[in-house]
């Protein structure tokens, strides 16, 4: 064997953690941590929240690499978490992306988990998880959306890899579980009606809080005639939660659909301004 074939090929690894405190009324940095190509930035807010970005330094993740993001919200602080841009997971030539985000949030503390879409490209192989804790007064909204390709490029994915796995737990006790996995002929399977109907974009929303039922009649009229929606409100051990569900033709009609729910989930702030740079 020759020395080129002994050398295994370069792989991205990266891992982030923020820890947010109280102090004087705002949410303040208590812990920053970087390694790899995991940045984080804070940029400036004009109220008592903070909002932090993710960056994946590497431009792209595939086969191979890994990522961590860890967040945890201390008691009365308010985080808003996002990404700098889409995250594209291109062609694997060999092994799986996998991406791990962990995410505590402490007594009266609200985590909006915000990032941009997910790109999948033909044949990628992902394999993603979210882990979150949450205390019994805690808030939190998660939204996370996939784009099966870049339908203004004429992209479309055939074949590939998807492995979606979340678990939310409130004071240890777990309140939702969802895995979702999209293998071998992506394309086929996206034709079913039962799975995605021909959509290109989908998304999940997650919305934990004390004031989940009386947010349902509001979401509903806002997706009102909207194909591809469904939003619901289940109790889990006198725990509240809304899960909604979307599919759309392409990203730009998902967007249309996802900021008005996302805003009016965060009080009517709109989505983080790195969603429209």
């Known amino acids: 064997m020759n020395k080129a074939a002994r050398i295994a ?18 949410s303040r940095i208590a812990e920053l941590y970087q390694e790899g190509c ?4 804070l940029p400036k807010t004009f109220d008592a929240s903070m909002e932090a970005v993710l960056i994946n330094s590497s431009g792209g993740l595939t086969g191979g690499d890994r ?8 008691a009365g602080t308010d985080v808003t978490v996002t990404t700098q841009a889409c995250e594209k997971i291109y062609k694997a030539s060999a092994d799986t992306v996998e991406v791990a985000t962990h995410i505590e949030v402490a007594s009266g503390a609200r985590v ?3 990032p941009q879409e997910t790109i999948l490209f033909d044949r990628a192989a992902l394999s993603r998880s979210l882990e979150v804790e949450l205390a019994t007064d805690a808030t939190f909204l998660a939204v996370e959306a996939v784009l099966l ?13 998807f492995r979606d796995r979340w678990r939310i737990r409130v004071d240890g006790r777990l309140l939702h579980a969802e895995s979702l996995a999209l293998s071998g002929e992506v394309a086929s399977l996206g034709q079913r009606r039962a799975v995605l109907d021909g959509a290109a974009a ?3 929303l997650l919305y ?13 009229s806002l997706v009102e005639g909207e ?20 599919v759309a033709p392409d990203g730009f009609a998902l967007r249309k659909i996802l900021i008005p729910i996302i805003s009016h989930l965060r009080k009517q702030k709109t989505v983080p301004k790195v969603w429209v740079l």
């Open 38 to 41: 995991a940045k984080i930035r």
């Open 202 to 204: 989908f998304a999940t």
């Open 9 to 26: 090929p370069q792989r991205a690894w990266g891992k982030g953690r923020l820890v947010a405190k109280a102090a004087l009324g705002q």
């Open 149 to 161: 390709g870049r339908k203004a490029m004429g992209e479309a994915v055939q074949t590939g890899l």
């Open 112 to 114: 909006d988990w915000l």
């Open 208 to 220: 934990v809080g004390p004031d989940c039922e009386l947010h349902l009649p509001r979401l509903r």
């Open 67 to 74: 990522m961590v993001w860890e967040v945890a919200a201390g």
């Open 227 to 246: 194909a591809g929606v469904g939003i619901s409100h289940f109790q889990v051990d006198g725990r509240d939660k809304l899960v909604a569900r979307f």
